[in-house]
T-cell receptor, first 114, second 111 residues
Framework: DAGVIQSPRHEVTEMGQEVTLRCKPI?????LFWYRQTMMRGLELLIY????????DSGMPEDRFSAKMPNASFSTLKIQPSEPRDSAVYFC????????????FGPGTRLTVL | GENVEQHPSTLSVQEGDSAVIKCTYS??????FPWYKQELGKRPQLIID?????GEKKDQRIAVTLNKTAKHFSLHITETQPEDSAVYFC??????????FGTGTRLQVFP
């Protein structure tokens, strides 16, 4: 298995632009998580899907952030419009039966908003 | 909801010494406690986990202990090596099964 796949690995954009991050979870996993990591705030959970349905989006910072999971093998995290304070590493993770099994993290997307 | 506290935030040890990182949790219903290691510029990766039906689990130089009565669990690394230098995170699930992560411990092992 290729593990969790994320794209792009690096993204540099200007303030105000739309950014879309993509994630392909491990085949057979039914839970998907989006995290944001910065030095100041550490590892923050943004949103959690179970069987393609959003279960907890309380970590989504504001309306500029949105996430979708149209099927079991693909998810997107969109930021529109982007701001410099959104600069961070965004990780996607997946697991089989959340809460009792290992979460496998993707390599992350390093986002820089100028 | 679940609250996970992790100590210390930084830990420096000499190569060959042991390192211990401690976490406490608040939800007594939690029954799965993983530990992740994140090397600089890399993704967090699971190194060991423990379930509530056991009190200790070992894997070579690393071990995790769990005290359900006191609601705390600890990571023990023996015979530390420079490649153990990383940030370590503990975690516990909340009632929606998402993992609540501790704030991390930066371990530095000096040769």
């Amino acid at each position: 298995d290729a593990g969790v796949i994320q794209s792009p690995r690096h993204e540099v954009t200007e303030m105000g632009q739309e950014v879309t991050l993509r994630c392909k979870p491990i085949s057979g996993h039914n839970s998907l998580f989006w995290y944001r990591q910065t030095m100041m705030r550490g590892l923050e959970l943004l949103i959690y899907f179970n069987n393609n349905v959003p279960i907890d989006d309380s970590g989504m910072p504001e309306d500029r952030f949105s996430a979708k999971m149209p099927n079991a093998s693909f998810s997107t995290l969109k930021i529109q419009p982007s701001e410099p304070r959104d600069s961070a590493v965004y990780f996607c993770a997946s697991s089989f039966i959340a809460g009792v099994n290992t979460q496998y993290f993707g390599p992350g997307t390093r986002l820089t908003v100028l | 909801g679940e609250n996970v506290e992790q100590h210390p935030s930084t830990l420096s040890v000499q190569e060959g010494d042991s390192a211990v990182i401690k976490c406490t949790y608040s939800d007594s219903a939690s029954n799965y406690f993983p530990w992740y290691k994140q090397e600089l510029g890399k993704r967090p990766q699971l190194i060991i986990d423990i379930r509530s039906n056991v009190g200790e689990k070992k894997d070579q130089r690393i071990a995790v202990t769990l005290n359900k009565t006191a609601k705390h669990f600890s990571l023990h690394i023996t015979e530390t090596q420079p490649e153990d230098s990383a940030v370590y995170f503990c975690a516990a699930p909340d009632n929606t099964d998402k993992l609540i992560f501790g704030t991390g411990t930066r371990l530095q092992v000096f040769p």
